[in-house]
């Protein structure tokens, strides 16, 4: 991993996407998984959780979160793989509100279940996420 290339742990890529780094380097997350908080609003969308229980991503999502002064209304669960969704607890208990947590149905298998008390809906093609400056289709 020292060959690659560096990426900061916060960067604004656009004017209405914020990269969150999961700071969770490893053989098959590189530098850390990429989250994303999309919008320009005082409610946005994140991309992704993170991994479970890493306090240096959770600090840095909250650092943005009051930088921009917003919180999130919908979280987009890209795939299933616990560098994606394991971060769903500790991002909940950050949020100053509610938020809609939503994925895309598995075809080859049935889903797992996340920990208790959190429930998702389901994406469904075609459908479209929007808030503030920013929609997701």
Request: aromatic content about 6%; hydrophobic content about 35%; proline content about 4%.
């Amino acid at each position: 991993m020292n060959s690659l290339k560096s990426i900061p742990n916060i960067a604004k890529l656009t004017s209405n996407i914020i990269l969150i780094l999961g700071c969770n380097p490893g053989p098959m997350t590189l530098q850390g998984t990429n989250t994303y908080l999309i919008g320009t609003g005082k409610r946005r969308i994140l991309l992704d959780t993170g991994e479970v229980d890493v306090p240096q991503y959770i600090n840095n999502l909250k650092k943005v979160l009051e930088e921009e002064e917003c919180d999130i209304e919908h979280i987009i669960l890209t795939h299933w793989h616990h560098d994606h969704v394991g971060g769903i607890p500790d991002v909940l208990r950050l949020n100053s509100s509610d938020c809609k947590i939503w994925k895309f149905r598995r075809s080859d298998k049935q889903d797992d279940v996340l920990p208790s008390k959190i429930s998702f809906d389901y994406l469904h093609d075609g459908q479209t996420l929007s808030t503030v400056g920013a929609s997701l289709r």
